[in-house]
Each structure stands twice: as C-alpha cells, then as structure tokens.
C-alpha cells in the first residue's frame, strides 16, 4: 500500500502525521510530497520512505497513491497561503485514492458538524484511519 502525504509551508501536519504513522507499527511505502523543499524536508526527517517537492510530484503520485494524507487545503484551489495550485488541488480531488484530510481553520473552510479539537488530536484521528486502512 502506497501511503503518500502532502503539506506545505514547513511540513508540521505531515511531520507529525508520518511519526505517528511510524509509532503505530506502519513499516510500509510512505512518499512525503511537500509544495515546498522545507515541507518535503521535515517529513523526510519524520521516516518518510521517499520524498518529492513541487507540482508535478503531487500530480504524479497522487495518481499512484493508494491513500492520501494532508491538510485538508490539498484539495482546495489556491489554499495553503497560495502554495496549492489548481492543478495539485484537482489532481488530489481527482485521484481514486483513499483520502484523508486534517481539517485546519486556516485554509478559510468550517466544516459543520465537526467538534473544536486540537490539531494534535485531528492529526491523531487521521493516523487512526490511515492505519485502519491498511
């Protein structure tokens, strides 16, 4: 199973998503896409098994992941302080991977229904489900 995680700006979500990933037992593929070399760095760091930087690497893999992870602005045009481009938002949207996104107040969008949580626990629930996944 191809786990591939996407962040930008300095790849916190990522990081921490990837050392839990890890603590949870999860031995297999994990391909760290950042927007940018700081993001890809920092999840590198966290025990992702390759990393990627750029559009076309989030093109790419995401057409290739079995599940993807990130903050959930890798599937809205321009979010991520302009760092997510139309074509990176939609090839995520588009892709037929299993997808797990971390809901962050930052990217503009309220999610009803879903409880004020800490970002740690919101990181936590995703690992969770990720490692149902697989």
Known sequence: ???????????????????????????????????????????MKAGASAGATGENAVIVNARRADVIAGPMGIVIANSMMGECSPAMALAVADS????????????????GGLPELPLSEYIADAARRILSLV
């Open 1 to 43: 199973m191809r786990i591939v995680v996407i962040d930008g700006q300095g790849g916190g979500f990522g990081r921490t998503l990837i050392e839990k990933l890890r603590a949870g037992g999860y031995t297999g593929e994990i391909l760290a896409v950042g927007t940018n070399a700081a993001a890809t760095s920092a999840m």
């Open 96 to 111: 037929s991977a299993r997808k797990v996104l971390i809901p962050v107040s930052k990217c503009g969008v309220q999610i």
